[in-house]
């Protein structure tokens, strides 16, 4: 029994330990005026595509304030630095870069030592662009403009 005892204390510090060392490096999401500095061209680009839109969706039937639907209309919904409600964080309303490139902050502070995910793949796609959403998901058609033009 105290065997046990001592040995489940111990695996519960090694634990915490782990835990704490990935909360540590974790980044968080900034939003597009953090990247659109360094990166204008895609920034610019991506105005044009229906991703930076997708609030407008939602506002078209007064829909941007239901959780059900801003899930996927937004970025880093309930994660920190996300996107929390309209009012509170409209900044990061819209599908931006860090919903497929991952919180951005690390790499905000030293881009050249922080990298940040480069390519998403289907799999974070279809996150949002589910069976119910959109049937026909077809990543190598819909990945070819992510950055619009
Ligand atoms: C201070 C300038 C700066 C800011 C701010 C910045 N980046 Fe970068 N980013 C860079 C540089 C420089 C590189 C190229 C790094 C390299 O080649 O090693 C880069 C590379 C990238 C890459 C390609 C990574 C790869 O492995 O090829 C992506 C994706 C990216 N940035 C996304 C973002 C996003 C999203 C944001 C906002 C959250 C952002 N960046 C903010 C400077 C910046
Ligand atoms: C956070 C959820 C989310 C993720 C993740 C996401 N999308 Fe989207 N995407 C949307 C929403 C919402 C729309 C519709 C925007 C609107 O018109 O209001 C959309 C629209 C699009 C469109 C334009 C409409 C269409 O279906 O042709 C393309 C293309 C697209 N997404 C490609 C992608 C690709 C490729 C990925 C993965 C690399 C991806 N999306 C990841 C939410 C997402
Ligand atoms: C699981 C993720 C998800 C949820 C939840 C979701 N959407 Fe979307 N929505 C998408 C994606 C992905 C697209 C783009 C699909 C496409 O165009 O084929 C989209 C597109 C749209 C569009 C643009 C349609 C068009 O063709 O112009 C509207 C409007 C919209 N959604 C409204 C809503 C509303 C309202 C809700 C809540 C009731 C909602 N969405 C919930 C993912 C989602
Ligand atoms: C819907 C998903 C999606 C969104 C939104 C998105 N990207 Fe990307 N990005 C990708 C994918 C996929 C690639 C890899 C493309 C390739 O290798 O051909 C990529 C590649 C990149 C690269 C490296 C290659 C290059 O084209 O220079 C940079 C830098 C980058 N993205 C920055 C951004 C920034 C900044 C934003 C926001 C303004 C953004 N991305 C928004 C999916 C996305």
């Known amino acids: 029994m105290t065997i ?3 040995a489940g204390i111990i695996l519960l510090l090694l634990l915490m ?18 990247c659109a500095p360094c ?11 229906r991703h930076a839109k997708a609030i407008d969706s939602l506002k078209k039937s007064g829909q941007e304030t239901l959780p059900a639907c801003v899930k996927c209309h937004v970025t880093g919904y309930e994660l920190d630095g996300g996107f929390i409600d309209y ?13 497929c490139h991952g919180p951005g902050s690390e790499h905000v502070a030293s881009p050249m030592t922080k990298k940040i995910v ?4 289907a799999a974070l796609c279809r996150q949002c ?6 049937p026909g998901f077809d990543y190598a058609v819909k990945a070819k403009n992510v950055h619009g033009n």
Not at 87 to 99: D, F, H, I, R, S
Request: proline share 4%; net charge negative.
């Open 87 to 99: 009012e509170l964080t409209p900044e990061m309303a819209g599908v931006q870069c860090e919903v």
């Open 39 to 49: 990166h204008p061209n895609i920034s610019n680009s991506w105005q044009n595509t």
């Open 4 to 6: 046990k005892k001592g």
């Open 129 to 134: 662009h589910t069976q119910g959403q959109d």
């Open 17 to 34: 330990n782990t835990a704490g060392a990935y909360s540590e490096q974790s980044a968080t999401y900034v939003g597009l005026k953090k």
């Open 118 to 121: 480069k390519e998403s793949g």
